[in-house]
Nanobody, 115 residues
Framework: EVQLVESGGGLVQPGGSLRLSCAAS????????MNWVRQAPGKGLEWVGD????????TYADSVKGRFTVSRDYAKNTMYLQMNNLKPEDTAVYYC????????WGQGIQVTVSS
């Protein structure tokens, strides 16, 4: 059974940083694209970024480019989202999702950026 579990969310002031983790199990972690997706209050889902298997470079939404970094640790079966220079508009529930078809999702974790 595929399981994705996010952790690391919380409340942070504007300009601060957080690192989210997505622990994966139940599939061959190194063989598939992994994504981060977010949903702000009252809005739809927004793709944030992804990281391909192997040596592929991550890709990002324009709204987070230069501030967020997606990475993965194959030894720990974990994907990360390093978020720097956070803005109030980054407030959202963040999800990790597996594969190009987003066929499995974590439960989501809240990130709140507020002073």
């Amino acid at each position: 059974e595929v399981q994705l579990v996010e952790s690391g969310g919380g409340l942070v002031q504007p300009g601060g940083s957080l690192r989210l983790s997505c622990a994966a199990s139940g599939f061959t972690f190194g063989s598939d694209i992994m994504n981060w997706v977010r949903q702000a209050p009252g809005k739809g889902l927004e793709w944030v970024g992804d990281v391909h298997s192997g040596s592929g470079s991550p890709t990002y939404a324009d709204s987070v480019k230069g501030r967020f970094t997606v990475s993965r640790d194959y030894a720990k079966n974990t994907m990360y989202l390093q978020m720097n220079n956070l803005k109030p508009e980054d407030t959202a529930v963040y999800y990790c999702a597996k594969s190009i078809s987003f066929d499995n999702w974590g439960q989501g974790i809240q990130v709140t950026v507020s002073s």
